[in-house]
């Protein structure tokens, strides 16, 4: 057979005959493209497109988005509650009313015998942000454990300590528009054109307008960083360096913006001695950059009219991460580029709602950038609720990996997983399954009944999933978008919102409390609890207190703040901080010194090389979704790794032969793909995959955030050479097919 374009036919695209398109949010990645979803004559689901109104995403979607109608009805949907007395044991299907009971029961029987906190709730970034609230008003209001977290542990936690601790808040102070109005991008670890394509599509057509540096730094040339000008393949871990280093030429050079530093930050003078230690002479060898690129990086940054940073998963999971996100906001500070045009310091944020957890879902302390540690902020939500404050626990619990060590100690007796797949996601599987299985009582609340963690489960909760229901999502520039309900719910599926309420039922503060049945009920609490000031006076950042679904739908989205005085326009505001003025005692942010400590598990004799892990732009994390819709698994239906093809030479392996790459925690077959995006010393491998890269994974955690390095290990390579070793690996890739 030929290949090539000769041969081939025109493209056509089919007639769908869609009858009716409505509005909703991609219900993927934290981008926020608005979608239109296409119904039949017959009101069968047929297609979907981007919106061309929106400002986000103005017509276009990526492979996942133009494929999400497909997910509806998709292989291993759950279509019952179900239970059983022990893992692994067949489960039974069950009425939703048994189910609950159970699960109230269960939770009160721990809480009695060992302590409110020996039950814990751990979320997501997938849920609505009505059902984050709810789910907060029950963990903290009505079942009272302090052992509640989310999977933003694994993925945004970096950023959110980073930002409380250099401004006072959290928030992302930027927005897409800023890359119309910068002079130069440094992007660290962050592979937009493959993890947020339409953002990465908003900066190519703003670099078509008007040419500006692009400044990649990562230790892959990812898909990225072949289009920047400059690509700074860094050092796994040590990012600190680089950026201690820059400024310390910004700082000797004079090129620090004096009055900017001088009006609205403290702290100056101790980043001033620290980054003396971190002379570019020295520091090209810990960070793997030479001298001179670091110094003229530093230049064009610092003397650019509006310089910006975006940074993701390269800077968050690391032992360094909260730090890493702190020292990006002190090269952004040091160089008055806060809450202007085109200079800001940009979070990337991951899952489509992780913006909506951290704002609403009072994980790690209460809605609305509230906290625990706060008396007022207590207060204010315990009225509002209707509550005893003294029920609220004074100091936020355990965050999701602590969580997980608790369960391991015989601290955490049962455990309630809400829209999350830790079997897969999280590092160190062969540990993960061990603590699982120590659980006395375990909940699954899930899209999907044949998710792995279920194995683990007493109970099952089948919950229905985006356009099955209603509510809102904010996406990384801190738009709120409206999902609508458009589907009916799967089989005997429940919206999470539902559950939650259900529970609710079965508590006593629970009966107390209002929890509304609607969804825009629950998101007029929410904009209740948006207003006014915070415990220093000021006035909230996160206010969305001028916002209606109507009005969302009708704007594609709008930011916060979005306050009532400005209910005439219906245009939020873009950038947080544009006066200077942060969310600190006094109002200036904080310069934080930021020393390195190299602590990674590095590659030596036994384990030669760096293990890095990441995503591919056709899948979904732990492919619940994307792994069962045709086009997006065919690009890579089975596990595989990056290997530079010289490293390869010298171990004899061959491009699309199975490896064996163990670690100290275990092991795992991969196939291989010969490739130069990654250095000799370095192998890559995708994380969507079950009972792969994370057995290898050794996951040390930030001292700050608590997330886990999933980006810094050591593994050896073994070629197989016998069927028996490369069938081991076709299981693996079995288990997906359909
Ligand atoms: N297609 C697709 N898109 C997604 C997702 C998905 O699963 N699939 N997930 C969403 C979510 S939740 C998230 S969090 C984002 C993640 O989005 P990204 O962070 O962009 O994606 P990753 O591939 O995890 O990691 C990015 C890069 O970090 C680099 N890196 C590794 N170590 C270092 C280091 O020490 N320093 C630096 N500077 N870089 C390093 C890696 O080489 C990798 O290329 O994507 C979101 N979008
Ligand atoms: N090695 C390695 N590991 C990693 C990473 C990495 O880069 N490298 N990245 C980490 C990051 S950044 C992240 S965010 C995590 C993600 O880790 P997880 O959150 O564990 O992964 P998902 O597959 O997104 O799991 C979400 C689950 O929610 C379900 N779901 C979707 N929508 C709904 C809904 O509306 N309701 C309910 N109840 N369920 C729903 C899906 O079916 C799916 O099973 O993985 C982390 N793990
Ligand atoms: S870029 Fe993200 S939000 Fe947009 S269609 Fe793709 S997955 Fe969905
Ligand atoms: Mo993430």
């Given at each position: 057979m030929l290949f090539g374009r000769k041969n081939r036919k025109p493209i056509s695209i089919p007639?769908?005959?869609?009858k009716e398109w409505h509005y909703t949010t991609c219900n993927y990645c934290s981008t926020g493209c608005s979608i239109e979803i296409g119904l039949n004559e017959e009101k069968k689901i047929v297609t979907t497109r981007g919106h061309a109104g929106a400002d986000v995403n103005r017509g276009k979607l990526c492979i996942k988005g133009l494929l999400e109608?497909?997910?509806?009805?998709?292989?291993?949907?759950?279509t019952e509650p179900l239970m059983r007395d022990q893992h692994f044991e067949e489960f039974k299907e069950t009425s939703w009313q048994q189910a609950l009971d159970t699960s109230a029961e269960k939770i009160k029987a721990i809480q009695q015998q060992y302590?409110?906190?020996?039950f814990a709730i751990v979320s997501s970034g997938q849920l609505l942000t009505e059902e984050f609230y709810t789910l907060g008003k029950l963990a903290r209001g009505c079942i009272g454990t302090n052992q509640y977290d989310g999977n933003t542990t694994l993925c945004m936690a970096s950023a959110v300590s980073g930002y409380k601790r250099s401004f006072g808040s959290d928030g992302p102070p930027g927005c897409y528009d800023d890359f119309e109005h910068t002079h130069c991008l440094m992007a660290f670890g962050s592979n937009l054109p493959e993890q947020h394509p339409i953002i990465y599509w908003r900066l190519k057509e703003a670099l078509e307008k008007r040419k500006f540096p692009l400044i990649v730094v990562d230790p892959r040339v990812t898909m990225l960083a072949q289009f920047a000008d400059i690509h700074l393949p860094i050092t796994p871990g040590t990012d600190c360096v680089l950026i201690n280093s820059m400024m310390h030429v910004i700082i000797n050079e004079e090129l620090q913006d004096q009055a900017y530093i001088d009006a609205h930050t403290q702290g100056f003078d101790d980043i001033k001695a620290l980054v003396q230690e971190y002379n570019p002479k020295s520091a090209q060898h810990v960070c793997g950059i030479d001298e001179d690129t670091i110094r003229s990086v530093a230049r064009l940054y610092a003397k650019a009219p509006a310089a910006m940073s975006i940074w993701t998963m390269g800077i968050n999971q690391s032992t360094h991460g909260s730090d890493g996100v702190a020292n990006i906001n002190n090269l952004n500070l040091i160089t008055g580029n806060i809450g202007k045009k085109g200079g800001t310091s940009l979070s990337?944020?991951?899952?489509?709602n992780a913006m909506g957890t951290r704002e609403w879902s009072s994980c790690s302390g209460l809605p609305g950038y509230r906290y625990l540690e706060n008396p007022e902020d207590r207060q204010d939500i315990a009225d509002f609720w209707g509550i005893d404050a003294e029920f609220f626990p004074k100091k936020r619990g355990l965050q999701q990996t602590d969580i997980f060590s608790a369960i391991e100690t015989g601290e955490i007796k049962g455990m309630w997983l809400v829209a999350t797949n830790p079997m897969t996601s999280m590092p160190n599987t062969g540990r993960i399954r061990k603590i699982l299985e120590k659980l006395d009582f375990l909940i699954v609340q899930d899209v999907y009944s044949d998710v792995e963690t279920n194995q683990y489960s007493h109970v099952y909760f089948p919950a229905s999933v985006w356009s099955e229901k209603e509510g809102c999502h904010t996406n990384t520039e801190r738009r709120v978008n409206l999902i609508s309900k458009i589907m009916p719910c799967y089989a005997n599926s429940k919206p999470d919102l539902w559950i939650f309420n259900e529970m609710a039922k079965r508590f006593d503060n629970g009966r107390q409390i209002h929890f509304p049945e609607n969804a825009e009920d629950v998101f007029d609490e929410m904009k209740h609890l948006s207003r006014g000031k915070n415990a220093y006076g000021e006035k909230r950042t996160l206010d969305i207190s001028g916002m209606s679904y109507e009005k969302i739908v009708k704007a594609r989205g709008i930011q916060w703040p979005y306050s009532q005085e400005m209910d005439g326009s219906l245009q939020g505001e873009p950038r947080l901080y544009t006066d200077g003025k942060f969310q600190t005692a006094n109002g200036r942010a904080n310069l934080i010194p930021v020393n390195f400590y190299n602590n990674n598990e590095q590659p030596c004799q036994d384990y030669p090389f760096w293990l890095n892990s990441g995503r591919v732009v056709e899948h979904f994390h732990t492919r619940t979704r994307t792994g069962k819709i045709g086009n997006c698994n065919k690009f890579s239906p089975t596990p595989y790794m990056e290997m530079n093809p010289d490293a390869a030479k010298a171990l004899g392996v061959k491009h699309q032969s199975y490896v064996r790459l163990t670690s100290r925690r275990g092991d795992s077959v991969v196939m291989v793909q010969l490739t130069q995006r990654v250095p000799r010393n370095m192998v890559f491998v995708p994380?969507?995959?079950?009972?792969?890269v994370n057995r290898l994974t050794l996951g040390l955690l930030d001292p700050y955030s608590r997330q886990p390095a999933f980006k810094q290990c050591s593994v050896r390579i073994e070629v197989l050479d016998n069927a028996q070793q490369v069938e081991a690996a076709q299981l693996n890739v079995e288990r997906r097919e359909f």
């Open positions: 007639n769908k005959k869609v109608h497909e997910l509806f009805d998709s292989v291993g949907r759950g302590g409110r906190d020996a990337i944020t991951g899952q489509c994380f969507h995959y079950h009972d792969c």
